[in-house]
Every structure is written in C-alpha cells, then in structure tokens.
C-alpha cells in the first residue's frame, strides 16, 4: 500500500513539473510580475495583463518551500473584448530565505502560465513601536518582557521615569547569535519627568535560539526562541485587489454572433470614460444612445447600418454638446428593427 501511495505522489509532481513547462510555452511579454517587500508584509503584482474585460478575479496563493503559486481565478462571465487589469495579493508570516513566483490563470483561452519572478526575503528591522505616553500615576518600577510570534521579537519596556518629551528611537541588530537592542531619546528636553510603556517589535529572524542584550545588558541577557519554519497555515492574507480595466479592445472573434445584443457597459462605474460592446447578427440599422435619469437623451453615440460582427465604442460622459455630465445614473440604449435593450451606467466624477 506505501508503495501505491509513493508512485502516486511521485506521479502526482511529475505531472505538475510538465504542467509548468508546457504552459511557459506561452509566456505574455507585455506582462509584468515583481514582488514588494515593506517591513514584514510581501506583496505580489502582475501588472498590465490582458483578459477578457468581464474577468472577475479571485487570488489564490500556495506555498511549497521555496515556491509560491499565486492563481488567477476567473469567475466572471466572458464579453467579446479585452482589457488590461493590473492585480496583487499582499500577506505576512514568511519564512525568511529565497523564493520563486509563479503565476498562473484559469482562464482557459488566454495562457495557464502567466510567468515568473524570484525574490529574497531578509530585511531585519523595526516592524512596529508604541508608545503609551506619560503615565504619571504609575509607580517607577522598571522591567522588560519578551514575546515571539512567527518569526518576529516583540521587546515590551516599563521604562523608570524618563524625559516628559520623550521621541524614542529605536535600533537593533544581529551579532552571531546575540541580538542588541538600544533606545535614544531624540525629543527636546522638558522640565519634568514621568513613566512610559514602550514596545518595539523586530524581524524576521530565522528560526533558533537567542540571546538579547539590550540597553548593554542592563536587564541582563535574557535568551528567546524563534520557533521552526512556518507553515502556509501561518500565512495571513492582508489584503488583494484587481484594479479597473483600462484599454479596453475588442476581443479578436470570426464566428458572427447569433443575436443582437447590448452587453455590460464596462467598467462600471466609470471615469472618465466607459466602453460600451455590442453583437450584431445581421444587417440592420442601429442606434445607441444614452439618457439620463429623466428619460432625457444626452447624446446619441451611433446612428447607423451596421454589418454582422462585435463593436465597440466609447463614451467620455459628455453630452451632444461636449459639456461634461454630472456623476449620477444613466441608461445605454440600443435600438434596431427587432432588438432593443437598456443597460445602466454609473458615471463619478
């Protein structure tokens, strides 16, 4: 049984290695994959992509070792044009060391592999601080507290009383195994004294055992642990996002369409222009025309006999005389002898 199980895995990887490679036979040169790195949180773009213009992403991200995935989920409906979308999913609780990006979609008729970027992941330093300001009423006991969580230090102080001004500066760094840390108070002096509650929190560190000596071992040598390499369960997604579409195209497509139809004006809402698509099926005279919410024309964006095939156009939120309109509701009408349909439109300012 072990062994089924072994050649199963075995044939599991293998297969996922020729996915990789077979898919990065169509490798998109126009877009950009880059990694930011800002204190502890990791961000990862991809920049000036091309898909269908109705695309409604979902970001999806695994993390095997020194590989990290970051999936493209599409679960929007399909139009007959393109846009350009720019997306990024940014998280926190990686390991320190080197990494590979790749990146990959599901929408099937553009490419499964996207591309590839590298990065390392080492910047040590202050992640956050606190200061609690003057505590006047506390007692003037003095002691530190240390706390680990990922691959981060958190230094708790109950500072003796200290200058009223007090405008900490924090600085930390690693020697061999010992990690020093020192304060400086960089405010203009003041004539009184009182008690703080600062905090400070460092990292990342790699996993291991710690000595920290901080102000030169005033509190002694106190010694921490960073506990072994995390999991992708220990990874937190902060935040993702796709951002509007922006040049819009239609979408290359030789099959006539089967129906008229007026599609989703996109994106929406939009500023400072919008793209409105159509289908025509056959010969026949069309009108597309926007009205505002009173059932007032505002302009009318074409007037004529159109031949089988996808269109589009765009309106910049102006009217028939070149005056901007005002942000508010208004209705894409589209008229032939058989079809007529209403799409809304949102326009901010």
Request: net charge negative.
């Amino acid at each position: 049984m072990t062994t089924f199980i072994q050649r199963g895995l075995e044939m599991k990887n293998s297969l996922f290695i020729l996915f990789i490679f077979l898919s990065q036979l169509s490798y998109p040169q126009s877009d950009s994959i880059y990694v930011t790195i800002e204190q502890d949180t990791i961000t990862i773009w991809h920049t000036n992509s091309t898909r269908n213009c109705c695309s409604l992403f979902e970001l999806e991200l695994n993390i095997m070792d020194s590989l990290i995935v970051m999936t493209e989920v599409d679960t929007g409906e399909y139009c007959f044009c393109e846009c350009h979308f720019d997306f990024h999913i940014a998280f926190t609780g990686l390991n320190p060391g080197s990494y590979v990006v790749d990146v990959f979609g599901t929408d099937s008729i553009y490419p499964l592999y996207w591309g590839s970027t590298s990065f390392t992941y080492e910047t040590f330093g202050i992640i956050n601080q606190d200061n609690s300001g003057c505590l006047g009423s506390r007692d003037d006991t003095s002691f530190i507290e240390i706390s680990t969580n990922n691959n981060n230090m958190a230094l708790f102080w109950n500072t003796p009383r200290m200058n009223c001004c007090l405008e900490e500066f924090w600085d930390g760094w690693l020697s061999a195994d010992t990690f020093h840390v020192s304060l400086s108070d960089t405010g203009p002096p003041c004539d009184c004294i009182c008690p703080f509650e600062l905090s400070a929190t460092f990292g990342p560190f790699t996993p291991g055992n710690y000595i920290l000596d901080f102000q030169d071992g005033e509190f002694g040598y106190p010694g921490f642990t960073i506990g072994g390499r995390n999991t992708f369960d220990d990874i937190t997604i902060l935040h993702q996002e796709q951002s509007d579409c922006y040049s819009v195209a239609i979408h290359s497509n030789n099959n006539t369409p089967d129906q008229f139809k007026l599609h989703s004006p996109y994106p929406n809402p939009f500023n400072p222009s919008g793209s409105i698509v159509y289908d025509i099926q056959n010969t026949a005279p069309v009108s597309i025309t926007i009205y505002n919410l009173l059932g007032g024309m505002v302009i009318e964006l074409v007037d004529e006999v159109k031949t089988p095939g996808t269109y589009q156009i765009a309106w910049d939120g102006r009217n028939a005389l070149g005056q901007s309109m005002a942000s508010g509701i208004y209705f894409v009408n589209m008229a032939t002898q058989k079809y007529r349909s209403t799409q809304k439109v949102l326009l901010l300012r």
